[in-house]
């Protein structure tokens, strides 16, 4: 999955022909972290930059926390970057995520920087802001955002024991597994 990533974000350069390197040295993120720096990013960049969670978006339910106090539900982040003054009727949609996999580090940290990148460079680079009056990019940088907070490969979920309990019990699921085909 991180290989992908790292294919759309070489594509991404060799379309706009953008190779600046960094001015500032990357981090490694948590989750925590990369969630506070997104909305930060989203604050600060409204015109290119929209950040929605999928529960909003999707009606995706909160299903546990992600914090050990158990005071934070786990949110599934969804952010488009384009250009919003540009109407996204002819704009083609292009979708990166980060990993499935909990215990992937790097696949969040590349969609992170990738977004930080687009919403940075947006209006300062021409590449950048011509790709962005083209395209639409919606990045999900943590799909599984309790295994991604936890380092645990699969994501966990809360069920009722039956339709009519009260009673919740845990249940870890495999993500790459998890993909309804019919």
Same mark, same amino acid.
């Given at each position: &999955?991180?290989? =992908?990533?790292l294919f759309a974000l070489v594509a991404l350069v060799a379309v706009t022909g953008a190779v600046e390197i960094a001015k500032v040295p990357y981090s490694k993120l948590d989750y925590f972290q990369i969630?506070? /720096? =997104?909305?930060?990013? !989203? @604050? /600060?960049?409204? $015109?290119? &930059? /929209?950040?929605?969670? !999928?529960?909003? @978006?999707? $009606?995706?339910?909160? =299903? %546990?926390?992600?914090? !050990?106090?158990g005071t934070q @539900?786990? %949110? *599934?982040? *969804?952010? #488009?970057? #384009?250009? +919003?003054? +540009?109407s996204s009727l002819d704009k083609v949609?292009? *979708?990166? #995520?980060g990993s499935l996999n909990g215990q992937d580090r790097l696949g969040p940290q590349v969609a992170y920087y990738l977004i930080e990148y687009l919403v940075t460079n947006f209006g300062a680079d021409f590449q950048i #802001?011509? =790709?962005? /009056? @083209?395209?639409e990019i919606v990045i999900v940088p943590i799909p599984n955002a309790w295994g991604f907070a936890n380092n645990k490969e699969k994501e966990l979920a809360k069920y009722k024991t039956s339709p009519t309990s009260t009673t919740m019990q845990y249940l870890y699921k495999d993500a790459f597994r998890d993909f309804p085909y019919n």
């Open positions: &999955m991180a290989c =992908l990533i969630r506070e /720096q =997104l909305e930060a990013l !989203a @604050k /600060q960049y409204p $015109g290119v &930059m /929209q950040l929605e969670n !999928a529960t909003e @978006k999707l $009606g995706v339910p909160y =299903l %546990v926390e992600c914090d !050990a106090a @539900k786990c %949110v *599934i982040d *969804i952010v #488009t970057i #384009t250009d +919003v003054s +540009v949609q292009l *979708i990166v #995520t #802001t011509q =790709l962005l /009056q @083209k395209r």
